[in-house]
Each structure stands twice: as C-alpha cells, then as structure tokens.
C-alpha cells in the first residue's frame, strides 16, 4: 500500500507541474501574441507617416496656379524635422523577482502582467522593456526613474551603423593613432574613451565540400556537393566615446601594443583592455558580453543584438547608471 500509495502522490505532483507548466505556456503563447499585435499596430502607424511625409516632400504633378498680381508673403522655411525614429526602453538593473512591491510598480507603468514580466526579466541586464516611438520612450523612461529604476531610452540603431574597425594602431604619449580597415587615420585621446566591452561572439559560417559517395552497383566512385556548417567563438572589443565607435578583432595587428603584445587575439585584447585602464582617466570597463557567447535581445533584430546591447551599455554610461 505504502508503495501504492506514493506513485499516486508521484503522478499526482507530475499532473500538477503538468498544467502549470501548460498555463505558463499558454501566458506566454498570449505574451508573445500581445506583442506581435502592438508591433503590427506600430508598423502600420509607421507605414501611415512614412506616406504622409512623401505627400508632403514630393512635388505636387500638376503646375501651381497663377500668383495674384500682389506680391504674396515669403513662406517661413519650416524647421521640424520629419525623421522617423523608433526607441528602445531597457532596464540597466534588475529588482528581485520577489519583490512584488516593485514588480507591481513597473508593470503599472508599462502596462504588463507580473507572469509576462517575470518572464522578461529572466535574463541578465540590459533587459529591453518595450519597442515605441522615441519621444514616449523617453516619456516612460522618466517615469520610471522617478519610481527608482535605473532605465535608458535609446533609438533603434539602423542596421547601416557599424564601428570602426581597427586594422592597426600606435600607442603615443597622449592616445591612440589608428588605422581603419579602408585605410583611415584617427587620432583618439585617452580622455575621450570611455567605454570598453570585451565580448565574444558566436558566429556561424557555411562552406561548401565534396564528398565521395561509394556503392557497390558502379565500380567508380561519385562525388557530390555537401553543405558543413561551423560555429566559431570571435572575440572582440569595442571601445566607446563621443562620437566614437570602434572594434578591436583578431583580424587587428596588435604590434602597437610594443611590450605588452600577446600570442593569441584574445589576450591582445585584454592586453589593450589593461593600457585602456592605466591610461584612460574616465574609461569604464563591462565585462558582461564577455561571457555570452549567444545573445537575444526581445523585440530586437538577433543579428544586431550585440550591436543593440552595446549601445544601451554606452547610453547608461553617457546617464551616469555605469
């Protein structure tokens, strides 16, 4: 009986864990649905702009009528501007998933379930809130500080923002003389760097091999064309400032680094990381893309999901939250 006794509590514990593991998917299949409608509405209202600011830069087909025979008033040049920009809303630091108290405050404010919340703030910072307009971004982004979250608002980087990539560099007395990959020149001063993010980056490549096929009907050997697909750890480093953007990779010749030069790309970097330190006055140091090899961000694009993270890390520098 005894032994009876506890399969029935066993299947019982297992039916138990079985619907609720059935109703957190079910949140989530909702989740997910609630977002995918608002990002259709704001597509949709994107669209809508996007038409009526063609209307009005596009030259009307059919010719202005006459003017009168008075001279009309000179028209003001309008100074608005009619750019289109989508923000980001992301938490920097995350409360206890515990504290229902601040949980309950922070989903009041962006209107979300506290299961649909949880859910998002399962991962590490930055943790993106929402995807909205930029001016209501920044709009919540003040409200939210006011109830004591560290949050920044940003906009959505275009896919066409990349850093500068670093062929080669020198160090001198007062910064860094750099080579870009098109062979561009820049000096940049130890002052003006003043974020670093070591990162790794999981990237996956495909070749194309020939492989010989045997059987035992034809006595000659086919080939035949097969896809192999490879992942591969690159490790990187960006360096942040006003108006600076640049990346450090294993394809950067690191003999500017003198003395302090290495034999593997990874501790050049953290080489470059430890001169950046001694000599950047203001320079601050996020480890944290160093240990994510695989990043995703919600409601972000996950080919630009490091670049997206860096620049949320780079905007809670520039808010004073790093």
Known sequence: MSETRELRDRL???QVELRQSKEALTKLRAHYARERESLERQLEQAR???AELRARLEP???PPPPPPVAEPAPVP???ESFTLSTGLLALMRVPSLEDEEALGRLGRTLRMGLVDLRLRLGKPPPVVLARMPLPEARRVRDSLRAEGFAVV????LSRLATPLGVRRFSVGPTGLALEGERGERREVRWEDVRLLLPGKRLVATTRTETEIVKDGFNRRPRTREVTVREDDVHPFLWAY????WLSFTRDTDFAGLGARRELSAFDNMRAL???LREQAPRVVVDERLAHTPRLSLPLVDPERAYETAGELLWQ???DGLL
């Open 12 to 14: 019982e514990r297992t």
């Open 48 to 50: 809508r702009e996007v």
């Open 60 to 62: 009307t087909s059919a």
């Open 77 to 79: 040049v309008r100074t």
């Open 153 to 156: 608002s940003g906009e959505l």
């Open 241 to 244: 400032g006003e108006g600076l």
């Open 273 to 275: 990381v430890n001169l």
């Open 316 to 318: 809670s520098v520039l």
